[in-house]
């Protein structure tokens, strides 16, 4: 046998399919721990802080990450803050089902639940404000084949008007219009109505989640241009909560 003719007694065919083998599952391990970052350890009804359900990769090591506006977010942590919700238990079992207390709209509870998003404006690749009024950008315009919504009723799903459309939001990331904005009686500024909870007519804007009085309720942004990303999971979990709250009939069985 010549010096280094290993694959004479060796099948390397064999070795190289192993170690494929060995390769992948340690991929899948990798992988699925990574995946756990975010949303762990998960809350359960047993556990009543006194265990962590993580299951099998376990959590791995906190990792700090640099985002490209200077923050750092070290994850996973404990320290993420929890959207609150206000809601009870239905009955003393486990996997109970919860009904909101107080105003369901704005609990946090099942379509009205929102992320604690970081309460800063989001921004596109070149650190710019990603939404925007129309009348912030003068560059942009409406197509003149599209509808302009701009000062139509908007129409509740009780077939009252909530208010009036006032300009759009465009998403300059996307290059589409993200919310209408909207003059309603009685609320202390304008408010936002997300275009994909919004049906544009020739001559009205049909909401279909929420009541025409309801409208009031949405809730405000701190400043008149600019919107945070923790106000747009509050603005859009107060139309998801009323998809199922904003008529006591909307949370009782169909049949």
């Known amino acids: 046998m010549q010096t280094g003719a290993i694959t004479q007694y060796i099948d390397v065919a064999q070795l190289t399919l192993y170690g494929f083998?060995?390769?992948?599952?340690g991929l899948v391990y990798y992988l699925h721990q990574?995946?756990?970052r975010e949303g762990y350890p998960l809350e359960s009804?047993?556990?009543?802080?006194?265990?962590?359900?993580?299951?099998?990769?376990?959590?791995?090591?906190?990792?700090t990450y640099h985002l490209r506006d200077g923050r750092t977010v070290t994850v996973p942590t404990r320290a993420l803050p929890v959207a609150p919700e206000r809601a009870r238990l239905t009955g003393r079992f486990?996997?109970?089902?919860?009904?909101?207390?107080?105003?369901?709209?704005?609990?946090?509870?099942?379509?009205?639940?929102?992320?604690?998003?970081?309460?800063?404006?989001?921004?596109?690749?070149?650190l710019q404000p990603r939404l925007l009024p129309l009348r912030a950008l003068p560059?942009?315009?409406?197509?003149?084949?599209d509808p302009d919504p701009r000062g139509l009723p908007v129409i509740g799903a009780d077939g009252a008007v909530g208010g009036e459309v006032l300009d759009l939001w465009v998403d300059q990331a996307e290059m589409l219009f993200r919310y209408l904005e909207l003059?309603?009686?009685?609320?202390?500024?304008?408010?936002?109505?997300?275009?994909?909870?919004?049906?544009?007519?020739?001559?009205?804007?049909?909401?279909?989640?929420?009541?025409?009085?309801?409208?009031?309720?949405?809730?405000?942004?701190?400043?008149?241009?600019?919107?945070?990303?923790?106000?747009?999971e509050k603005v859009m979990a107060y139309y998801g909560a009323g998809t199922l709250y904003a008529t006591p009939r909307r949370a009782e069985p169909l049949l």
């Open 183 to 232: 003059q309603v009686p009685g609320a202390a500024s304008s408010v936002l109505l997300p275009m994909n909870f919004a049906r544009v007519k020739a001559n009205r804007v049909e909401v279909r989640s929420i009541l025409g009085a309801q409208f009031a309720g949405v809730p405000l942004l701190r400043h008149p241009d600019r919107i945070t990303m923790l106000e747009e």
């Open 94 to 126: 486990l996997g109970a089902p919860i009904e909101p207390e107080g105003d369901p709209m704005t609990a946090g509870v099942g379509p009205g639940a929102w992320a604690e998003r970081p309460d800063i404006v989001d921004t596109t690749a070149d």
């Open 139 to 145: 560059a942009l315009t409406i197509d003149p084949q």
């Open 34 to 36: 990574e995946n756990k």
């Open 45 to 63: 009804d047993r556990s009543g802080g006194r265990i962590d359900v993580q299951g099998y990769p376990p959590i791995p090591r906190p990792k």
């Open 21 to 25: 083998w060995i390769f992948f599952a």
